[in-house]
RNA sequence: AACUCCGUGGUGUAACGGUAGCACAACAGAUUUUGGUUCUGUUUGUCAAGGUUCGAAUCCUUGCGGGGUUGCCA
């Protein structure tokens, strides 16, 4: 079983190390992870960093990971948010099998788990509203107050919680509370509420409950009757865990899960809270959930970022426990370099200018061999027709060029890509002096594949694509959606924060003729330009594209320093 | 202030008492029919002070700094 030294293995996280432990130690015999998301949202890359870990590890050890809906609210809770999420963990790359579960599967056994609590004096029903509740648990310096009703009988505890399943009691007039310590440091352990009245449908036990058990009374034990193993969270659980542990001490449960926290995702230029993705939804600062510059899963797939980019990023970005923030630059690092290995080459004027080339025969239609893919050769070539009247793009001529512009001009020339090279030899404008055509000669010594005779050279190569074959287009440029590195830092709201540049439609965009057979949802290049998605808006006759991510532009950032 | 977790270049992450490495970013150069890609090189770091040790990012102490926790949310 030993590797040999050679092999660099990638350092394992400070998790992975707990599990090896605890398989060369005999504790477990195997490993059992699990996914559990409340089903009263959208999963973003957070949940991405968790999916990633939780059946990333299972994969790796052979083990299993289950998807286990935390559904104990029944308030919050919707079927819509179950789909969307199995669809999205699809998506990236993972599959829970058969180990679809929820916690309302638990509610009887979590029900008897609390009657074993009350008959062994470790659990009580309290009548406190949840204001004196609130106020008796004491805060971070000051230890609580015990409830008056702390010391009732086992038999009267018993009565009372089984009228409240029964449906005595009006919401919130009483709770199940454990008995533990109201002076505990860890508020967590200061008589923590178990059970709450809610009469509220559930989306999946109906009305056949009118209590619901809290998130710590469920999840442990949840995890327990999973013999799930190692119960992998976030550093905000880390005070639970002691609570966590009462509870798999204190109840018959048939194994022992190991509850272990890290650090939550946190990205420069984006805000990953639920609450505050959901406010930018319903306030309508962007179009929805799956609007391409939110950092939902949903969001980034329309975006077109590939489902093995974002698992590239979750395995570069690592697991500790160190609330560390990721710069957004290696998310697109990660998908720049999943694109360029895979995606389709394409030409597409995104902010065209029309050129006639005045020595290339009228009415003639020549068809240029060109590059599926340079760095995948299998990827293999395409045709793209060639005439007289091109368009190429407007910041690929200036008439008046600074240092180190390389492109069209004046009286200079450049290849076309997969062309022939022209020469700018007269600029039209209009009455207002907008440029709206440039006259170019081309030299038919030149096309793709050959070089002049003369041995000169050019310093660009630009895009462009035949007027006369060309698809009309809407193209959306995205940016950041906040402007401000940390939105939710300093005073005012995150909203405070919006980039107001960060959607910028472009509705007269000219495609290459291969691109009217793009399928929604695929991601190709824009030659010298960026990736962009089909978006799901396109229709046959007008696709829309999304700029998924620009390529490095060294171009811009030179022109940038002045 | 109580409890608790955590501090390694600009960012993220390794090094498990023995040469502080990798990725991203930045910068410089080479190649290039994408100012992309690729390749080469450069800059920048162990929070601080003590202690243990032949030797400390690593162990100990203290200080400093940051996160989390006062829902009948998860």
Known sequence: MTEPSSAPATPKDFIREIIDEDLASGKHSGTVTRF???????????????????????????????????????????????????????????????????????????????????????????????????????????????????????EDNLELFSRMRAGDFADGEKVLRARIDMSHPNLNLRDPVLYRILHAEHHRTGDAWCIYPMYDYTHGQSDALEHITHSLCTLEFENHRPLYDWFLEN???????????????????????????????????????????????????????????IRSFCKTIGITKFESTNDFALLEASVREVLNRTASRYMAVLDPIKVVLTNYPANFVEEMEAMMN???????????????????????????????????????????????????????????????????????????GSNPPDGRKVKATIHWVSASHAVDAEVRLYDRLFASEFPDRGEGSFLDHLNPD??????????????????????????????????????????VFNRTVGLKDAWAKAKGQG
């Open 36 to 154: 559990p998301p409340e089903p009263n949202g959208y999963l973003h890359l957070g949940h991405a960093k968790s999916i990633c870990l939780n059946f990333g590890i299972a994969e790796e050890y052979g083990g299993r990971c289950h998807l286990r809906f935390d559904d104990t609210n029944p308030t919050k809770e919707e079927v819509e948010y179950v789909e969307s999420i199995k669809t999205d963990i699809h998506w990236l790359g993972f599959d829970w099998g058969e180990h679809l579960y929820f916690a309302s599967d638990y509610f009887e056994q979590l029900y008897e788990w609390a009657v074993h609590l009350i008959r062994s004096g470790k659990a009580y029903v309290d009548d406190q509203t949840a204001e004196e509740i609130r106020k008796s648990r004491g805060d971070l310096q000051t230890p609580g107050t015990e409830s008056p009703f702390r010391d009732r009988s086992i």
């Open 251 to 309: 109840l018959p449960v048939p194994s022992l899960p190991r509850q272990i926290e890290f650090s939550r995702l946190n990205l420069n230029y984006t805000v990953m809270s639920k609450r505050k993705l959901l406010q930018l939804v319903t306030e309508g600062h962007v179009s929805g959930w799956d609007d391409p510059r939110m950092p939902t899963i949903s969001g980034i797939r329309r975006r077109g970022y590939p489902p093995e980019a």
């Open 374 to 448: 340079p760095e995948d050769p299998e990827a293999g070539s395409r045709n793209v027709p060639f005439s007289r009247e091109l368009y190429i793009e407007r910041e690929d001529f200036m008439e008046v060029p600074p240092p180190k512009y390389f492109r069209l001009s004046p009286g200079t020339e450049v290849r076309l890509r997969s062309g022939y090279f022209i020469r700018c030899e007269e600029v039209i404008k209009d009455d207002a002096g907008e440029i709206v055509e440039l006259r170019c000669t081309y030299d038919p010594e030149t096309r793709s």
């Open 502 to 543: 960060s959607l910028k439609v472009l509705s007269n965009a000219k495609l290459e003729r291969n691109l009217s057979s793009a399928e929604i949802g695929e991601t190709v290049q824009f030659e010298r330009l960026g990736y962009f998605c089909v978006d799901p808006d396109s229709t046959a006759d007008r696709p």
